[in-house]
């Protein structure tokens, strides 16, 4: 089965500063890969996601990059904001050939941008 | 807030019980997902069910099962309730059930077994 890992587990920056965490995932099938915040009491949120046709994609400060040949990708979160605070996971899914949804999430980086 | 509710917010329950944990979709979703977040394990995905049938099985016990009904709620039964059962429950929805879907998550059960 598909095998996502996920680095950094914590970051900390400070305010302004850039945040990057990334996956790798192992199953060269997949080809959906979202990113969730989670903030403290509340379910993980889509934050941006990307499909395997695509190399890169921004939402203002938010981006993602993915590399299929080497099997991984990453978010990168520009001009951090004490409200980026939370825990990020990506994931790793497919939808060939059983049209299941199934995903594998990464175990999670706890983000922290001090002021 | 988007737009997937789940019921209860909190149950606290004994070693040995059984609970029901409830998910309604969003408005137009036909696929229902559980997922079980322990402090030490990530998020587990359980089971998928699309439109009333089981799609995909993930990492679920025996004592777990789930439905989804004709108006397309889902209940995730626990049963023989262990210590280690004690996690946040989380329910996802999304239109067609593909790979591919964008998946909502609910605000979560959390369970406490005693």
């Known amino acids: 089965g598909e095998n996502v890992e996920q680095h950094p587990s914590t970051l900390s920056v400070q305010e302004g500063d850039s945040a990057v965490i990334k996956c790798t995932y192992s199953d060269s099938a997949s080809n959906y890969f979202p990113w969730y915040k989670q903030e403290l009491g509340k379910g993980p949120q889509l934050i941006i996601d990307?499909?395997?046709?695509?190399g890169e994609k921004k939402d203002q400060r938010i981006a993602v990059t993915l590399n299929k040949t080497a099997k991984h990708f990453s978010l990168h979160i520009t001009e951090t904001q004490p409200e980026d605070s939370a825990v990020y996971f990506c994931a790793a899914s497919w939808g060939i050939p059983t049209n299941a949804g199934k995903s594998t999430f990464g175990d999670g980086t706890t983000l922290t941008v001090k002021p | 807030d988007s737009g997937v509710t789940q019921t209860p917010k909190h149950l606290i329950t004994a070693t040995g019980q059984r609970v029901t944990l409830r998910c309604s979709p969003r408005?137009?979703?036909?696929?229902v997902y559980w997922y079980q977040q322990s402090l030490d394990q990530g998020l587990q995905f359980l089971i998928q069910y699309y439109n009333g049938e089981e799609r995909a099985k993930g990492n679920i016990l025996e004592r777990f099962s789930a439905q989804q009904f004709p108006d397309l709620h889902s209940e995730l039964n626990l049963s023989s309730l262990e210590l280690g059962d004690s996690a946040l429950y989380f329910c996802?929805?999304?239109?067609?059930?593909?790979?591919?879907?964008?998946?909502?998550f609910g605000p979560g059960t959390r369970l406490t077994v005693l």
């Open positions: 996802a929805s999304s239109v067609t059930g593909q790979g591919t879907d964008t998946q909502y």
């Open positions: 408005s137009g979703d036909l696929s």
């Open positions: 990307i499909r395997s046709n695509v």
